[in-house]
């Protein structure tokens, strides 16, 4: 049966000026997709004596619907500004994981429908001599994908079997800030100080059942991050180079928690782990320089030093990609380089009762791609502010780490 993933997205924003007192933008935003991915697995000393490992096979069959509308009030008044809004979202969810020779008959669909609403503020003054100080509160949200979802039991390594969780929870967070920026003419440095609560932490929890380590999401503890960002733009060598830094600082707090895990042969163990704290740091450096005849280069490398987990550590890591842009008139071409040194390793430290396990995962080594572009109108798309260090795999195989 071949892999069936299909995906689309729609949007529609509208807003009003009545006055430099009060703006008004409203918004819809709705993102759909449906998949339909078998997982097979031959077996065979040789090509000619394949033959389908039927204990290995899996389809998973999941659709993830997002519809969310949203308001902004805003204005200015002298040299405040402020702006505030609410957004509401229903998120749907519909999931079947069946094993070899199962129909859709033959498995309960699993469903999930919520409905959160999530407000924002953001205040600012503006001092003279290119100074503003801003205070920023949003509520915001980290949703399980598809192979968190998947109840599927990955069994290639028979003593470290992983399998995803249905009732995984979204994990909530609370953000507040507090923001220095200064601006000269060609430069800018901006400092953030901030605190990120979040409850319901999504995260990987492992027990130990008849000599096999079992490895599932759990929605287990909570989080409280403490810390400064420093982000400086600089314009260097006549305006041909611009370089972004971004450096952040910061606490990392995981609170105690204790956990009862249904295991696979239907009974319960309870997991727990103590208070932690620890000191963690990531870097950013984005370049980007122009070059004769509309082309256009950029280099990102990105580093992240070792951060707590629920039941362990992961390790840092590291990352660079690169990209080469041409326009020609209305058509843009781009090539990228995604993870150029093949760096982009997950490492992660697993500390349980009598035991400890490490363990090495590749999200799929050096990439290349091509990208061709032509924009017509005056359609300008909005960038959209990843919330993870890393893109996610959605389909129901994935994993997620950063």
């Known amino acids: 049966m071949p892999i069936n993933v299909n995906s689309w997205e729609a949007k529609l924003d509208y807003s009003n000026v009545f006055n430099q007192y009060l703006k008004l933008e409203l918004g819809y935003d709705g993102n759909y997709s449906h998949e339909n991915t078998p997982n097979t697995t031959w077996r065979g000393s040789s090509y000619q004596d394949m033959s389908l490992a039927t204990e290995l096979y899996n389809r998973f069959i999941y659709t993830n619907n997002t519809t969310a509308f949203y308001f902004t009030l805003g204005g200015k008044v002298g040299n405040f500004s402020y702006s505030g809004g609410l957004r509401a979202e229903a998120w749907q969810v519909r999931a079947r994981s069946l094993e070899y020779g199962q129909t ?14 999530f407000p924002s503020v953001y205040l600012s003054y503006a001092f003279p001599h290119d100074n503003e100080l801003q205070i920023n509160y949003t509520r915001r949200i980290r949703r399980p994908f598809g192979g968190q979802l998947n109840s599927f039991q990955d069994i290639s390594d028979p003593t470290a079997i992983s399998y995803g969780n249905p009732e995984l929870e979204p ?18 440095i901006s400092v953030s100080a901030y605190l990120h609560q979040a409850s319901d932490v999504m995260d990987r929890l492992s027990y130990f059942e008849n000599e096999v380590l079992y490895t599932t999401w759990a929605n287990a503890a ?3 991050d403490a810390g400064v ?4 733009k600089n314009q260097l060598f006549a305006g041909w180079l611009d370089l972004t ?27 727990s782990n103590k208070s932690q704290n620890s000191f963690a740091w990531d870097l950013r450096v984005m370049a980007n ?18 951060q707590k987990s629920a039941q362990g550590s992961r390790q840092p890591g590291w990352s660079i990609d690169l990209g080469l842009r041409k326009t020609v008139g209305n058509w843009s071409f781009s090539l990228n380089c995604r993870d150029l040194f093949d760096s982009r390793k997950f490492m992660n ?6 035991y400890t396990q490490s363990n090495k995962r590749w999200r799929g080594g050096r990439r290349f791609g091509l990208t061709i572009k032509y924009s017509f109108g005056n359609i300008k798309g909005k960038q959209k502010r990843s919330q993870d260090a890393e893109p996610m795999d959605q389909s129901g195989y994935g994993d997620s780490e950063m």
Do not use: C
């Open 104 to 117: 859709k008959e033959d498995v309960e669909e699993y469903k999930r429908d919520r409905f959160s609403l």
């Open 349 to 354: 430290t697993t500390v349980g009762e009598n």
């Open 245 to 271: 830094t971004t450096v952040n600082l910061y606490n990392n707090h995981i609170s105690a928690w204790t956990y009862k895990m249904p295991t696979l042969s239907g009974g319960v163990t309870e997991l």
């Open 171 to 188: 994990e909530f967070s609370n953000s507040f800030e507090l923001n220095y920026l200064k601006s000269w003419t060609y430069h800018m």
């Open 222 to 224: 909570k989080r409280l």
């Open 229 to 232: 960002e420093i982000v400086g």
């Open 289 to 306: 320089v122009k070059l004769p005849w509309q082309l256009a280069f950029q280099a990102t490398g990105r580093y992240a030093s070792e």
